[in-house]
């Protein structure tokens, strides 16, 4: 059974950083794009971030352009975790953040998500 | 970048009436676009992926039509629980986009 399982939300203050984490198990975490979705209280979906090795030997990270220079998406396959380092945060990056396992062997095909996890930023 | 716009933006009908959800790309996502349901509280879950494709365990009322820059998803006879947010979303090219959402409300 796939399981994913985020921390590291919290209130921060604006221009500090955070790291988000999800762990991850029941499935080859490695060998699966894995993404990043958030959404502003109140608001629709918005795509934050990709890692993915489909059709590499080395992994390729994608960036929405909104967190573009400000959020790092990385991966630890010995212990089967993504990450999100999230950097200079602002008020609009206050929003529920969605840890997503694509279908293998594809992309962007989101076909399981964490509960989330809430980040405020505010002074 | 592709923009997705959904439309309606509310969908107000009885339980047994059929929806039908519209999602308009600006320019083609082959056939690369799926279909979320998500509830208040909850995280999104995945109900139809490649337009017309069914996700495990998603009831065959929920069904899925369209190419290219017009889909269209399609809830045969409303249940209860199917009252929520749909989204649809694009996997043709990066950067991945979401449209605005539909609610489905009970009239």
């Known amino acids: 059974e796939v399981q994913l399982l985020e921390s590291g939300g919290g209130l921060v203050q604006p221009g500090g950083s955070l790291r988000l984490s999800c762990a991850a198990s029941?499935?080859?975490?490695?060998?699966?794009?894995m993404s990043w979705v958030r959404q502003a209280p109140g608001k629709g979906l918005e795509w934050v971030s990709s890692i993915t090795n489909i059709g590499s030997t080395s992994d390729n990270t994608y960036y929405a352009d909104s967190v573009k220079g400000r959020f790092t998406i990385s991966r630890d396959n010995s212990k089967n975790t993504l990450y999100l380092q999230m950097n200079s945060l602002r008020a609009e990056d206050t929003a529920v953040y969605y840890c997503a396992k694509a279908r293998e062997g594809t992309n962007g095909l989101l076909e399981y998500w964490r509960q989330g996890t809430l980040v405020t930023v505010s002074s | 970048e592709i923009v997705l716009t959904q439309s309606p933006a509310t969908l107000s009908l009885s339980p047994g009436e059929r929806a039908t959800l519209s999602c308009r790309a600006s320019q083609s996502a082959r056939s690369y676009l799926a279909w979320y349901q998500q509830k208040p509280g909850q995280a999104p879950r995945l109900l139809i992926y490649?337009?017309?494709n069914r996700a495990t365990g998603i009831p065959a009322r929920f069904s899925g039509s369209g190419s290219g820059t017009d889909f269209t998803l399609t809830i045969s006879s409303l249940e209860p629980e199917d009252f929520a947010v749909y989204y649809c979303q694009q996997r043709s090219n990066w950067p991945l986009t979401f449209g605005g959402g539909t609610r489905v409300e009970i009239k």
């Open positions: 029941g499935f080859t975490f490695s060998s699966n794009a």
């Open positions: 490649d337009t017309s």
